[in-house]
């Protein structure tokens, strides 16, 4: 659809609420479950950022209003019943009140619930991890100590790695070699990150050489 015309049809309870579940664009974590009606919904469509009905207040509230945790909505996509929705959003910030990155951050049974690292997100997962390193500096973290030493630090192991890179090439030392390319890709995000400078935008050039 091309206009906000489908929010009226969207299947709303009794009470007139839809339930949203709230994910992470990039690492496709889940960060919450909330509940919006038709205003809110409308809110976060002229917005851009994630509005929500409050139950237990009986009101709307903007997540990130107070906290500045707010969350830029990227799409919405409603399932085959039209009675819930999911929401894609870039986050600024913990979803959870609590200061945690998901409300679902406590594991009542089984494996831990959080998102496993794969081929296909394993960069941005890792972005995400080292943002976390910035902003937290836990004591005796390597990504702590980089940050702590500063830009020229970075930038001497990013051209340390390079050059491993370059040798393990040059000894047709595969084994070596995917070792050097992945602290290589380390080093390099965690430039990016003392650069302000978001992955995404890197892999959208490489998307837009690609289309042409």
């Given amino acids: 659809m091309t206009n ?3 929010i009226s049809e969207v299947k709303y309870d009794e009470k007139g609420l839809v339930p949203a579940i709230v994910q992470d664009a990039e690492t496709k974590e889940v960060l919450t479950l909330a509940y919006m009606n038709e ?4 809110k976060t469509l002229e917005t851009g950022e994630t509005w929500f009905y409050s139950r237990s207040r009986q009101e709307l509230w903007h997540k990130g209003g107070t906290s500045g945790n707010t ?29 945690e990155e998901s409300c679902f951050h406590e594991d009542v049974f089984g494996e ?4 496993a690292a794969s081929e296909e997100n394993i960069l941005l997962t890792l972005e995400a991890l080292i943002s976390d390193r910035e902003k937290e500096r836990p004591e005796g973290a390597y990504t702590t100590y980089l940050f702590e030493k500063g830009v020229d630090k970075i930038l001497k192991k990013v051209g340390e790695e390079a050059s491993e890179v370059i040798i393990a090439a040059k000894n047709r030392d595969a084994e070596e070699l995917k070792w050097e390319v992945a602290d290589l890709l380390y080093h390099v995000l965690v430039l990016l990150r003392e650069q302000d400078l978001p992955l995404e935008e890197v892999l959208g050039v490489l998307v837009e050489r690609h289309n042409k």
Avoid: E, R
């Fill in 39 to 42: 205003t809110s919904l409308a």
């Fill in 71 to 99: 969350q830029a909505v990227k799409s919405i996509v409603w399932d085959c019943d039209k009675d819930a929705l999911l929401v894609l959003v870039d986050k600024n910030g913990p979803a959870c009140h609590k200061g």
């Fill in 112 to 115: 831990s619930a959080a998102p």
């Fill in 4 to 6: 906000n015309d489908w």
